[in-house]
């Protein structure tokens, strides 16, 4: 009698090659669906930290009866001391009251001048403090930034400004005005156009570490650097215009800029990670989302401005 031999259990390396194929191709297909949770979830998330910023904006108003100055320089030109910008002031109404008693007395009163300090120079001091809700996780720039004159938070939430541009604060032209402005913070009474037709906070993105790159600065008093503008429409392609010597151009990143000059003529559009479009804080204190797509002069121009009178269509 004759044994048959079994043989062995096992892959050949086409078949392997095959489950590989199979297995490469339901990745493949699971990624996108993956990825595309992950963003609904971090939009989600910016939305809530807008709608907290929103709330604290109120809370600000309800202790002060304004909201706080966008920029103060006393002498009401450009770069006057102390050069303060208005997101520190907020610090007590979002949970950060510890941050904000690291702060000189002087900074309540947005009297305190943030660059070569003991505080900016300390690394572990109140300027380098991270503050999560001011960070939208869909936005993979840095958190925090060093430079000579200090370490500093790297945020995503700006204050709109009025007049398109820095040179427009400036010239504070009241048909222009928004709520924040120079050596201004607007009352609820100022919002002759309404809190709910008027953005108050948009997004921004953050810098991606070039040592030439400081958008996002939130501590900063320039457009991007606290501050967005709406000469430009939301997401635009078109470059942002960077105080001078300060643009790192990264288009593909939207992250658009040439350099502009000292001052007037700069100005930043709210971008975002977002597709489509960008969250904003309305003076209610309610989250829009606004589409890259909204008309420019009829809408998202006057939706920046307190007291435009201008009649709004649907957005």
Request: glycine residues 12%; aromatic residues 14%.
């Given at each position: 009698m004759h044994r048959t031999r079994s043989r062995s259990a096992a892959f050949t390396l086409i078949e392997l090659l095959v489950v590989i194929a199979i297995i490469a191709i339901l990745i493949g297909l699971l990624l996108p669906a993956v990825q595309k949770v992950r963003e609904a979830a971090n939009r989600m998330k910016c939305t809530n930290h807008l709608k907290q910023l929103g709330v604290a904006l109120h809370s600000y108003h309800d202790t002060n009866d304004r909201y706080p100055m966008g920029i103060v320089w006393n002498n009401s030109s450009y770069y006057g001391n102390p050069r303060s910008g208005w997101h520190h002031v907020l610090y007590p109404?979002?949970?950060?009251?510890?941050?904000?008693?690291?702060?000189?007395?002087?900074?309540?009163?947005?009297?305190?001048?943030?660059?070569?300090?003991?505080?900016?120079?300390?690394?572990?001091?109140?300027?380098?403090?991270?503050?999560?809700?001011?960070?939208?996780?869909?936005?993979?720039?840095?958190?925090?930034?060093?430079?000579p004159?200090?370490?500093?938070?790297?945020?995503?939430?700006?204050?709109?400004?009025?007049?398109?541009?820095?040179?427009?604060?400036?010239?504070?032209?009241?048909?222009?005005?928004?709520?924040?402005?120079?050596?201004?913070?607007?009352?609820?009474?100022?919002?002759?156009?309404?809190?709910?037709?008027?953005?108050?906070?948009?997004?921004?993105?953050?810098?991606?570490?070039?040592?030439?790159?400081?958008?996002?600065l939130m501590w900063g008093d320039q457009p991007g650097y606290s501050q967005i503008y709406t000469q430009l429409s939301p997401n635009s392609s078109s470059p942002d215009l960077i105080y001078v010597g300060w643009c790192d151009n990264q288009p593909y990143q939207n992250l658009p800029c040439i350099n502009g000059d000292s001052g007037p003529n700069n100005t930043a559009a709210s971008r975002s990670r977002h597709s489509g479009g960008v969250n904003v804080v309305l003076g209610d204190g309610s989250v829009r989302f606004v589409r890259n797509s909204v008309d420019l002069l009829t809408v998202w121009r006057p939706l920046a401005t307190i007291a435009g009178g201008e009649i709004i269509s649907d957005y």
């Open positions: 109404f979002i949970e950060q009251d510890n941050v904000f008693k690291m702060l000189p007395t002087t900074a309540s009163a947005q009297q305190w001048y943030p660059y070569f300090t003991a505080e900016s120079n300390n690394v572990n001091g109140p300027t380098r403090a991270q503050v999560p809700i001011w960070v939208c996780p869909s936005d993979s720039g840095i958190r925090t930034m060093q430079q004159w200090g370490h500093f938070m790297i945020g995503n939430y700006h204050a709109f400004f009025g007049g398109l541009n820095l040179g427009g604060v400036v010239a504070n032209n009241l048909g222009q005005r928004s709520a924040f402005g120079l050596n201004f913070g607007a009352r609820f009474a100022d919002f002759v156009d309404g809190t709910s037709n008027t953005m108050v906070l948009g997004e921004y993105l953050r810098s991606r570490g070039a040592s030439n790159d400081q958008r996002g």
